[in-house]
């Protein structure tokens, strides 16, 4: 049977992209669709599994209402998040199934196990690792959320990432690049991911909301849907 979904933000561009995937994908399908008209009206979810939030600190509270009213597993896709609202996403986690991933690319989520690995093998040596961000114009946050994901990574791995060492580029149309640079005694190592097209964004969520319906309550991660 296919996986309802209810999206959160569906009139903006990721909304969109995520709607006309689902149209074609095998497996699930979209039973609502909240705008910034209809936020209040949480009825409108009836019966989603899993609730998909790419839309604004005010769509995500809202997202976190649907969830909590529903008990839909939500996937939150939103950046930019007040301390407040990632703190009520905790709280959600302790009755619902909640992934809250700044980027859904399944590549992304490859980047940062790797990252943790190289973090982790280095060890505590004389490697310093940045990483360097870039992204479109008209992009609010920087550093990006997905940067601040890596940092947590390498974090894991035992790597601490200071916030100078952490570089965002803002500029023309770049959808969005993000390297890490290890530097050692008389060697380098680079992990670069580029995104092409947001469609890999919408995939992923696709894939990720798939996995998600049915999980028990909990704190999930994109990295926990690579299996």
């Not at 998040?81 to 986690?93: P, Q, T």
């Not at 790597?159 to 952490?166: E, F, G, S, W, Y």
């Amino acid at each position: 049977m296919a996986v309802k979904l209810a999206l959160v933000g569906a009139g903006g561009r990721m909304g969109t992209r995520i709607d006309a995937l689902a149209a074609t994908s095998v497996g699930v399908m979209v039973v609502a669709r909240f705008h910034r008209e209809n936020m209040d009206q949480y009825a409108l979810a009836g019966n989603a599994e899993v609730i998909i939030d790419f839309s604004s600190e005010h769509g995500t509270r809202a997202a976190i209402e649907i969830a909590r009213k529903s008990g839909a597993a939500l996937l939150v896709g939103t950046t930019g998040l007040s301390n407040e609202v990632i703190e009520n996403l905790r709280a959600l986690s302790a009755s619902n199934a909640v992934i809250v991933s700044p980027n859904t690319s399944l590549g992304v989520a490859v980047t940062r196990r790797l990252a943790r690995l190289a973090a982790e093998l280095l060890g505590p040596s004389d490697w310093s690792v940045d990483i360097v961000e870039s992204h479109h114009d008209r992009k609010k946050d920087a550093p990006s959320g997905t940067a601040l994901a890596i940092a947590q990574s390498l974090g894991s791995g035992g790597m601490t990432v200071a916030a100078d060492r952490i570089h965002a580029i803002r500029a023309g149309d770049t959808v969005g690049e993000h390297e890490i640079r290890f530097a050692g005694p008389s060697e380098r190592i680079h992990l670069m991911h580029q995104a092409v097209s947001r469609d890999l964004f919408a995939a992923g969520a696709v894939r990720a909301a798939k996995w998600l319906a049915g999980k028990p309550a909990g704190s999930y991660t994109m990295e926990d849907v690579l299996g």
